[in-house]
């Protein structure tokens, strides 16, 4: 079975930062492509950063400068580290693995960012 466990939500103020991690089992980690996505109500998921089984990275324009993706091929995890925060980053962020054939979805963790 293929899990996609994300983790390191919640309440942060503006300026503030959080580093999600998301753990994965019952892939070829390190042939995956993994991301983050974000969604709020009503609207769909947008990209806000992809790094490929080669280590090369993209984020979205919003995203630049302040948000950092990074994996461990040792741990199976890919986190993504959030500085600066704003309330606007209020969303479910998700993690995401395109496999060889499939891509899989975890379950969404919540932040939160207000004063």
């Known amino acids: 079975q293929v899990r996609l466990v994300e983790s390191g939500g919640g309440l942060v103020q503006p300026g503030g930062s959080l580093r999600l991690s998301c753990a994965a089992s019952?892939?070829?980690?390190?042939?995956?492509?993994m991301h983050w996505y974000r969604q709020v109500p009503g609207k769909g998921r947008e990209l806000v950063a992809r790094?490929?089984?080669?280590?090369?990275?993209n984020y979205g324009e919003f995203a630049k400068g302040r948000f950092t993706i990074v994996r461990d091929n040792g741990r199976n995890t890919v986190d993504l580290q959030m500085n600066n925060l704003k309330p606007e980053d209020t969303a479910v962020y998700y993690c995401?693995?395109?496999?060889?054939?499939?891509?899989?979805w975890g379950q969404g963790t919540q932040v939160t960012v207000s004063s």
């Open positions: 995401k693995a395109i496999g060889v054939r499939d891509g899989y």
């Open positions: 019952g892939i070829i980690f390190s042939l995956s492509d």
């Open positions: 790094i490929s089984s080669g280590g090369a990275t």
